[in-house]
T-cell receptor
Framework: DGGITQSPKYLFRKEGQNVTLSCEQNLNHDAMYWYRQDPGQGLRLIYYSQIVNDFQKGDIAEGYSVSREKKESFPLTVTSAQKNPTAFYLC??????????????FGPGTRLTVL | AQSVTQPDIHITVSEGASLELRCNYSYGATPYLFWYVQSPGQGLQLLLK??????LVQGIKGFEAEFKRSQSSFNLRKPSVHWSDAAEYFCAADYSSASKIIFGSGTRLSIRP
C-alpha cells in the first residue's frame, strides 16, 4: 500500500534535548511538508521541500531543522531552541509542489511531549 | 493577508440530521479549495477539493461542498450525519503562492445520539 508513515506515534523528550521525527513516503511524490498542530490553531507550516536536496522555511521554522537527502524521506529535528515544542506534528506530501492545484496527503502524525 | 476562516469552533448535530460547516476565504483571486477531516490523534484525510468548473463538488463519505464566489465561501454539507462523522474538519485554500496551503482553525463536530 502506498502512503506516508510517521514514527514514532508518541515521543517524549526532556527539556534541552534535540529529537528527530521520521517521515517516509512511498508515493513517489516530489514535495514534502511538515506542519505543527496546536489545539484551536489549525495547522502551521514549519518547513517544506519541493525536491531532493532543497527545502524552504515555512511560517514557524525557528527551532526546527530538516533535511531532504532522499526523495522518500523528510526528517524533522526539533532542537532545544524551540521554546514550546509540545504539539502534534504532521507530515504531508504532494506530487509536485508546483504552484497551485496540488493535493497534499497526510501521515498519521507524531505527538511530541516535552517533560 | 490571505486567510481561511471557519467561524464555528464546535458544532453538535443529532444523528440523521443535516450538516453544514462554514468556510470563508479572503478576497482576491479564487484559490484552490479543500476540505479535510481529522479523527482524534490521526492525520488529515482529504474529503473533497475544488479547482475549477462545477461549483458543487462531491466528495467521499457522502459529503459535498459548494463554492460561492459572491460570498467567498466553500461550505461543506452532508444530508444525514452518522455517529462516525464525529471529527474535526478543516477547510484549506491554496492561493498558488510558494506551495503553501492555508488552513482554517477547524470545526469540531459532535454527534448527538
Amino acid at each position: 500500500d502506498g502512503g506516508i508513515t510517521q514514527s514514532p506515534k508518541y515521543l517524549f523528550r526532556k527539556e534541552g534535548q534535540n529529537v528527530t521525527l521520521s517521515c517516509e513516503q512511498n508515493l513517489n511524490h516530489d514535495a514534502m511538508y511538515w506542519y505543527r498542530q496546536d489545539p484551536g490553531q489549525g495547522l502551521r507550516l514549519i518547513y517544506y521541500s519541493q525536491i531532493v536536496n532543497d527545502f524552504q522555511k515555512g511560517d514557524i521554522a525557528e527551532g526546527y531543522s530538516v533535511s531532504r537527502e532522499k526523495k522518500e524521506s523528510f526528517p524533522l529535528t526539533v532542537t532545544s531552541a524551540q521554546k514550546n515544542p509540545t504539539a502534534f506534528y504532521l507530515c504531508a506530501s504532494s506530487i509536485s509542489g508546483a504552484v497551485g492545484a496540488d493535493t497534499q496527503y497526510f501521515g498519521p502524525g507524531t505527538r511530541l511531549t516535552v517533560l | 493577508a490571505q486567510s481561511v476562516t471557519q467561524p464555528d469552533i464546535h458544532i453538535t448535530v443529532s444523528e440523521g440530521a443535516s450538516l453544514e460547516l462554514r468556510c470563508n476565504y479572503s478576497y482576491g483571486a479564487t484559490p484552490y479549495l479543500f476540505w479535510y477531516v481529522q479523527s482524534p490523534g490521526q492525520g488529515l484525510q482529504l474529503l473533497l477539493k475544488y479547482f475549477s468548473g462545477d461549483t458543487l463538488v462531491q466528495g467521499i463519505k457522502g459529503f459535498e461542498a459548494e463554492f460561492k464566489r459572491s460570498q467567498s465561501s466553500f461550505n461543506l454539507r452532508k444530508p444525514s450525519v452518522h455517529w462516525s462523522d464525529a471529527a474535526e474538519y478543516f477547510c484549506a485554500a491554496d492561493y498558488s503562492s510558494a506551495s503553501k496551503i492555508i488552513f482554517g482553525s477547524g470545526t469540531r463536530l459532535s454527534i448527538r445520539p
